[in-house]
């Protein structure tokens, strides 16, 4: 996983990094690019990796900060919590479903210390979470009969954590192949994704040259397991005439001219093993181990191979791990300017309606819908 998807932030000896979080999908897109072109411009790489993508949501508010830390390791993004605006008969209630990166419970003391400084005298005060597995967040503030909802928005996001500017600061550690790495340095993202790129080729490379020599000191092994396959009888008896095993070892490396792993091997199991060695099972692991072999050797000599094994890998990780953007980018946004208006909480969405078999008409989402329990019939 590159180390830009999970967050990380501390302190050392005089450095500061803040790393946020990004989408696992965007950054290997930008990482298999890279492989093609380890000169992607900000703006190239930017149609991959449009900016963090935070557990929570919430919105970044324009592109200049993603911009300036994509480019040098250092920017300052501004981002806001989701908030839409619900009617009830006379009541309207500010909800919020999605946070800037703040815990819930930061967030709803700071609301509270709002209310306390009469900073949002157009609500009701009074902060109720009705947040649940099923629901997701969602923090609701009643708005009174003569309050201003967007006014009171804009309360939110400049007195409370509603709004918050996040300040990054991509500093890691880098080093030599083979080396611990311990030069902390601030880098742009092409420049850390490169670096991950050539780690993960090495990777490959000293995992393939461990395959490769396990593979070859098994068919050793197993080559001597087809001659004693060949010759069990007069093997067991050499391990009955043998004082131990160390004399039996011995003899039957001398007498079929085994080395000190195939004789170890051998003489290691039991008579009855011995009877039971299956020549043609050694013979079909033979094949296995020489085609692996060859595969690892082929590997091993063509750079161009071992890259597109990585990409090959980067493409599986997508697949198997790979989810949407949680965190919405709004590029014509601007933190100094005060919101116009609150978004309803009215939906566009695909709904399924049913009839029960008791008579009853519903509305429901499509993934719930079981015909099981329901008749579906034609809308008149």
């Not at 149609?47 to 919105?59: A, K, L, N, Y």
């Not at 597995?133 to 609701?140: A, D």
């Not at 296995?288 to 082929?298: F, G, N, Q, V």
Request: net charge neutral; with cysteine.
């Amino acid at each position: 996983i590159p180390p830009v998807c999970n967050p990380a932030s501390g302190i050392a000896v005089g450095l500061a990094t803040n790393i946020p979080p990004h989408n696992l999908t965007e950054v290997l897109n930008a990482c298999l690019a890279l492989f093609d072109n380890r000169q992607l411009d900000v703006s190239e790489l930017m149609s991959h990796v449009r900016g963090p993508d935070f557990p929570f949501g919430g919105i970044v508010i324009g592109q200049d900060g993603i911009r300036d830390y994509l480019t040098a390791g250092k920017g300052r993004v501004v981002v806001r919590g989701v908030v839409k605006l619900e009617e009830n008969g006379r009541q309207r209630s500010l909800v919020i479903s999605q946070l800037p990166p703040i815990s819930k419970a930061r967030l709803k003391a700071g609301i509270v210390k709002a209310f306390d400084d009469r900073r949002l005298d157009g609500l009701v005060p009074d902060v109720r979470d009705e947040s649940d597995t099923e629901k997701g967040v969602r923090i609701v503030l009643d708005v009174k009969r003569d309050g201003d909802p967007v006014q009171m928005l804009n309360a939110l996001y400049r007195y409370t954590d509603l709004q918050l500017a996040v300040s990054v600061q991509m500093v890691f550690l880098f080093g030599q192949p083979m080396l611990p790495a311990r030069q902390p340095r601030q880098a742009g993202m092409v420049e850390l994704l490169v670096h991950y790129n050539d780690h993960q080729v090495d990777v490959l490379r000293r995992r393939a040259a461990h395959d490769l020599a396990g593979a070859r000191e098994r068919l050793h092994v197993v080559l001597g397991l087809i001659i004693g396959a060949a010759n069990a009888p007069e093997i067991v008896r050499i391990f009955q005439a043998a004082a131990d095993r160390a004399e039996a070892k011995t003899q039957i490396r001398g007498r079929y001219n085994l080395s000190e792993a195939q004789a170890e091997t051998i003489a290691g199991m039991t008579l009855a093993q011995v009877t039971r060695l299956d020549a043609s099972r050694f013979a079909n692991e033979r094949r296995a181990l020489e085609e692996r072999i060859a595969e690892l050797e082929a590997l091993l000599a063509d750079p161009a191979r071992q890259v597109e094994a990585v990409k090959a890998e980067m493409r599986e990780i997508i697949a198997v791990h790979g989810d949407p953007r949680r965190t919405v980018i709004d590029p014509t946004a601007d933190a100094t300017v005060e919101v116009s208006e609150v978004a309803p909480s009215i939906e566009v969405a695909p709904v399924t309606t049913v009839l029960t078999a008791d008579g009853h008409l519903k509305m429901v989402p499509p993934d719930t819908f079981r015909r099981s329990t329901t008749r579906e019939y034609p809308v008149i």
